[in-house]
């Protein structure tokens, strides 16, 4: 075997050019594809096989067996180029160079004249047909296809088993391949065509065509059946144009149909690419009644494919797939084709330029898929930054809310103003939030304030962050949110709650500012149990009836999460502390969506707070003083934090007198209704994808209303009227939730029908139902259910709870990378029960002012001053005094660095008296981290500070650059979204560690 | 037998209805504007003026009004049958789309009707007879329908109105 086939491979390398060239690009020749080479030369010729056709028409139908071996020997290079190339070289080898050279120039008229080449593709099979059929079909190569392409094609064909597209082998060649030495398979193929037998796909694409025209009649459909075919079995294809092309004549039909028949796939698109990698082109299809164009009808065309011209199929092949690999052939064969024969050049060229066209085809095919990606790509960062934009929309609007009544509107949108620009600062180095801020309604202020504000949030998030990093930071999101739900449950719960809130934001060492705080606290709670409980809001229950939820939904699916619920605790602290728009808002937006939309608003409240505080205080206050308080080494810093804190916490107080206060009124009165309106006009949901919702319940009424919401909530929604089809539905669909009414009618119950679907424990299950007495409550949920929706429910429950249980579907995934990033290490739990330790020892003594900071170590007088300081030292000259008799007192390290400070502070930016109250009040803000020194302020100031919040009323003005730290921090802890809260956390847990 | 009476109650309490201008203790207006407030919410989106103006709600209102005159009819066949547990699932059924809805008159008369189908007087907790409890239901019935032909009446007027 291996003689023969030495010289074959020297003949062909004397024949032809272009292919030495290849061949010894190409590792080595292997034993296969010798063998099968071999094999062809032997028993090629000898062969005889009647009908060159056959040999490859029976591995089409054992084409399971067929890939490996193809793979065997067509997949390889070596063995494809031989095969490839073979044909040609045989025929070469065979032939006269002068009737080589007549085929050729034939050929390349044959391009052009179809007609030609079929019977010259006739002709030949005939004579050849026998046992020389592999040259006939060889020959065929030279004259339609131009030799020289062919060799290209070969390659593409070995590649083709890679690509698992199609069976690159022919039969022939899967035969000869089998049997790698053995002359019979080889033989076999070689009759065959020795060189290539034509593709799988060629090879179907030629059934198809002939079934078709067997069925509706050869000659009417080459003739001139095009239209009529469509009547015919198969009418969707056809041969047209005489045979020498083939024509969809039913788009559709021939990709519903046709295709899955032949091809076992239904793409049109990818049937046309597959025709342009074998070199087939599209040509216009003109009617040959009208003489019409017709762009509803494709047309395809190939020198070498025509009805009966089965033998010049072999010569129909894959295009060269590499792209490089295709010029440098291209010009092998050019150069070789040339110089030979002069009339092939033509052929040879436009054989090349379909290639080429191929695969600039092939190219944008990849272009327009990548595109589609990033399309899609942009799509979701779209969302993504739509979402965020949205959330601080519904803060804003959620401050605005309330504003209404009261008539504050104005401060609070002032307010808003600052967070807006603080939490644009912190954001900075993320445009998007400056798209936000900016889109967000209201606010002239913030523009202007936004530079200075800028510097002093800087300064501040950089400082945060590097004392952050250097603190044992703990996160605090798994312990937290078991205690959540106890807070809203009972008054007293609510203020323990906030203590371990608060001591793990500023943990045991934040004292002085804690102290403070902790005093306010002592009134919070009250009020805050007066909202939770006196005010039903639809989802106010359940939530704290299900905490389990929380923690699930923490260690579950989202990686986010964790740090969302510590963001969200504290931010509920925060509004808690608020209280007044808190609570309703908290209810509503914090509970059911745990995460974005509760940080937005706590955001907003922080907001306000800090813009109340802004423009009722001095600008001047702060931006500096905070600045040099960051800037400076690490001690200083935390007392600046401290101050920024503290500053945060007095103003809520100033700004009470006439805002927060009646916040807190509004809030308690009618937080609802508030909230309702405002979320309604503005909230959307943004999902990443539309939820799939299924609702069971039998009332019409229900039904209706629920698919309304739902699908103004942008979900997915279906239907049914009682638990049977639920259950069924929920067998056959995946849901990603269910409401589910209780009570729908005899045969089953919305408790059966969860037990029953229940092998699913992932999709959250609402139960509808206007009984939810505890025990029934604890009876659904035992059931399996996941939550309630208490009926008559209203749009924003139900919001709320999709908004909870459809968390992972919200379009928020952006924001959890940043908190990730920071890597804050666990929150301990003996903080936590120390800070719940220390609150409820404070809570004990409810009248007048108690030295919460003692806790801490302060003492008595220490307090005093810095509580003096902080609530309403008017003059900055007396804060500065209260403040340096503080430090005289040494008693305490906090106010030592509160002084130093407070010093930084007035030195670098209070102008007037206001000033310094300013900076004292920051002082002890620093610990808020926790809500429980918000709401003390609130609550606290109206009592106290009347006179000191008109007075810092006065100078509504400077407001804007005021906030500086206090904001900062404030804001860090409120914005759930990212690395600011973070940073805050740890600025805090910072804090907590110096003190 | 049943749509005939039917029939003739409806006609009836058309005829004798007066609307009162409070609906307190025939409507619970706070259950009741949630869900005009939501379609105020859709008319802002919508920017649809008078068209479109509770167009949502009203058509939940006339969705309760065919079924619960459907539900009526269902009674009736059922008290002619002396079905009483269907009594019991209709009028749990009425009264969760009329709760929906807060028109608590017909609630609290579908609620009755639930128990006493349950040969239950909740109320005084006591165990009724299935005569006492069918009878019961009848004149039940016919209260409850004139509390809706109040109720529909009442809510006709105020969609009529905008």
């Known amino acids: 075997m291996p003689p023969p086939s030495i010289p074959s491979q020297q003949q062909y390398d004397a024949n032809l050019y272009s292919f030495p060239r290849e061949q010894n690009g190409w590792p080595t020749t292997s034993s296969d594809a010798e063998g099968a080479v071999a094999g062809y030369f032997l028993g090629g010729p000898s062969r005889t096989g009647g009908d060159p056709y056959q040999p490859y028409a029976p591995p089409q139908r054992s084409s399971p067996i067929d890939p490996s071996v193809a793979r065997q020997t067509l997949g390889r290079p070596q063995s494809g180029r031989w095969s490839s190339v073979y044909p040609s070289a045989a025929t ?166 046709g295709l899955p028949q032949t091809f076992r796939h239904s793409n049109f698109s990818s049937f046309v690419r597959q025709l342009n990698k074998y070199g087939f082109s599209k040509i216009k299809h003109v009617d040959e009644d009208t003489g019409q164009i017709k762009a509803n009808i494709w047309e395809f065309q190939h020198p070498n494919f025509q009805a009966g011209g089965k033998a010049a199929l072999c010569a129909i092949k894959r295009n060269a797939v590499a792209p490089k690999k295709g010029p440098t052939q291209a010009d092998t064969e050019k150069s070789p084709s040339g110089a030979r024969t ?163 934001d500023i943990s045991g060492s934040t004292r002085g500012g804690v102290g403070d705080m902790m005093e306010d606290i002592i009134e919070l709670p009250e009020t805050q149990q007066m909202r939770y409980n006196g005010e039903p809001i639809g989802m106010n229950t359940m939530f704290f009836e299900t905490p389990a939820w929380l923690t699930e939904g923490t260690t579950a699916t989202l990686p986010v999460y964790h740090c969302k619920s510590s963001h969200v605790t504290t931010e509920r602290l925060m509004v808690e502390a608020l209280a007044g728009q808190a609570v309703g808002q908290f209810d509503e937006m914090q509970n059911p969506r745990d995460t974005g939309p509760t940080q937005t608003t706590t955001f907003d409240s922080m907001t306000s707070i800090a813009s109340s505080r802004s423009q009722n205080r001095n600008g001047g206050f702060s931006t500096a003083g905070s600045n040099a308080a960051m800037a400076g080494p690490p001690g200083l810093a935390m007392p600046s934090i401290q101050q920024s804190l503290f500053g945060a916490m007095i103003y809520p107080p100033e700004a009470s007198g006439s805002t927060s206060r009646d916040l807190a009124d509004r809030e308690g009165r009618n937080p609802v209704e508030n909230v309702q309106l405002r979320r309604s006009t503005t909230i959307r949901p943004h999902w990443n994808k539309a939820p799939r919702i299924l609702v069971a319940d039998d009332q019409l009424v229900y039904r209706q209303l629920l698919s309304k919401f739902l699908e103004e909530f942008e979900c997915i929604t279906e239907t049914v009227d009682n638990g049977q089809d639920a259950t069924d539905k929920m067998n056959r669909t995946k849901y990603d939730l269910v409401l589910m009414d209780i009570f729908f009618g005899p045969s089953i119950d919305g408790r059966k029908a969860t037990r029953i679907v229940r092998f699913d424990k992932l999709t959250p299950i609402i139960s509808m139902t206007s009984h939810a007495q505890p025990q029934e409550v604890n009876s659904y949920l035992q059931s399996g259910m996941n ?53 409820a020892a404070q809570l004990i003594n409810k009248d007048g002012l108690r030295n919460r900071p003692a806790a801490m170590d302060w003492s008595d007088e220490a307090y005093q001053l810095v509580f003096q300081v902080s609530v309403g030292m008017e003059e900055s000259a007396d804060a500065d005094d209260s403040l340096q008799r503080l430090l005289a007192t040494g008693i305490s390290p906090d106010a030592s660095a509160m002084q130093a400070n407070d010093k930084s502070i007035n030195d670098a930016q209070l102008p007037g008296g206001g000033g310094g109250s300013v900076s004292g009040a920051q002082i002890q803000v620093l610990p808020s981290g926790s809500s429980s020194l918000y709401n003390a302020p609130i609550h606290r100031l109206p009592t106290h500070q009347q006179g000191h919040l008109g007075h810092q009323q006065s100078q509504p003005q400077t407001a804007g650059s005021a906030t500086a730290m206090g904001t900062n921090v404030l804001f860090g802890d409120n914005s759930g979204f990212t690395r600011t809260r973070v940073g805050v956390k740890r600025a805090l847990e910072a804090a907590e560690d110096s003190w | 037998m049943a749509s005939p009476s039917k029939a003739k109650a409806t006609a009836q309490a058309n005829d004798d209805v007066v609307i009162p201008s409070d609906p307190t203790g025939i409507i619970d207006m706070e259950t009741f504007s949630q869900i005009r407030e939501m379609d105020e919410v859709e008319d802002d989106d919508d920017e649809s003026a008078d068209g479109g103006a509770h167009a949502f709600s009203k058509g939940i209102v006339w969705g309760y009004f065919e079924q619960a005159e ?93």
């Open chain 1, 787 to 839: 939550d309630v929706l208490v009926k008559p429910f209203t749009k924003h429950s139900l919001f709320g709870i999709l908004g909870k249980h459809l968390i992972n579907l919200e379009a928020i995934q952006p924001s959890a990378e940043v908190p990730r990033s920071l890597g804050l290490s666990p929150l301990p739990n003996q903080d936590i029960v120390d800070a719940g330790a220390i609150e």
């Open chain 2, 70 to 162: 459907n539900t009526f009819k269902q009674m009736e066949d059922a008290i002619a049958e002396a079905d009483l547990p269907k009594l019991s699932s209709l009028g749990h059924f009425l009264k969760g789309s009329s709760a929906a809805l807060g028109i608590v008159k017909v609630q609290a008369s579908c609620e009755k009707m639930q128990h006493y189908g349950n040969c239950r007087d909740e109320e005084a907790g006591e165990t009724l007879s299935e005569e006492e409890a069918l009878r019961r239901i009848k004149g039940l019935l016919r209260d409850c329908k004139t509390d809706y032909e109040v109720a529909k009446a009442w809510m006709k007027r105020l969609y009529e109105e905008e």
């Open chain 1, 342 to 504: 002069g009339g092939a050049l033509a052929a040879e060229d436009s054989m090349r330029l379909v290639e080429l066209e191929n695969r600039v085809l092939g190219l944008e095919d990849r272009c327009a898929r990548t595109m589609d990606k990033l399309r899609e790509l942009r799509i979701r960062e779209a969302s993504a930054t739509l979402l965020f934009r949205e959330m601080i929309g519904i803060l804003a609007a959620t401050e605005r809310a309330p504003g209404p009544s009261m008539g504050a509107n104005d401060e609070l949108s002032a307010r808003m103003m600052e967070l807006y620009q603080l939490y644009d600062q912190l954001i900075q180095p993320n445009p998007n939030y400056y798209h936000m801020q900016g889109a967000t309604p209201s606010q002239p202020m913030y523009t202007a304030q936004r530079p200075g504000m800028a510097k002093s949030l800087q300064g501040g998030a950089a400082y945060f962050s590097s004392q952050f990093d250097g603190s044992g930071s703990r996160t605090s999101g798994e312990v937290l949110p078991p205690a959540w739900p106890k807070i809203p449950r009972q008054g007293q719960a609510v203020g323990s709650g906030i203590g371990c809130q608060v001591g793990r």
């Open chain 1, 92 to 257: 070469r080898a065979l032939q006269p160079p002068g009737a080589r050279s007549d085929n050729r120039g034939v050929g390349g008229g044959a391009q052009v004249k179809m007609e030609d080449l079929v019977s010259q593709a006739r002709s030949r099979q005939g004579p050849v047909g026998k046992p020389s059929a592999s040259p006939g079909g060889l020959i065929n190569m030279p004259l339609n296809m131009p030799g020289p392409g062919q060799p290209d094609r070969k390659p593409q064909k070995a590649e083709m088993p890679q690509s698992g597209t199609e069976l690159p082998g022919s039969g022939a060649g899967s035969a000869g391949g089998t049997s790698t030495a053995g002359g019979d398979g080889v033989a076999a193929g070689g009759a065959s065509g020795g060189t290539s037998v034509p593709s799988e796909f060629i090879k179907k694409l030629y059934k198809m065509l002939e079934k078709g025209s067997a069925t509706c009649g050869k000659g009417r459909a080459a003739a001139g059946g095009h239209g009529k075919e469509e009547d015919v079995k198969r009418g969707w294809v056809g041969w047209g144009r005489g045979g020498t092309s083939f024509v969809v004549w039913d788009i559709n039909g021939f990709t519903t149909k």
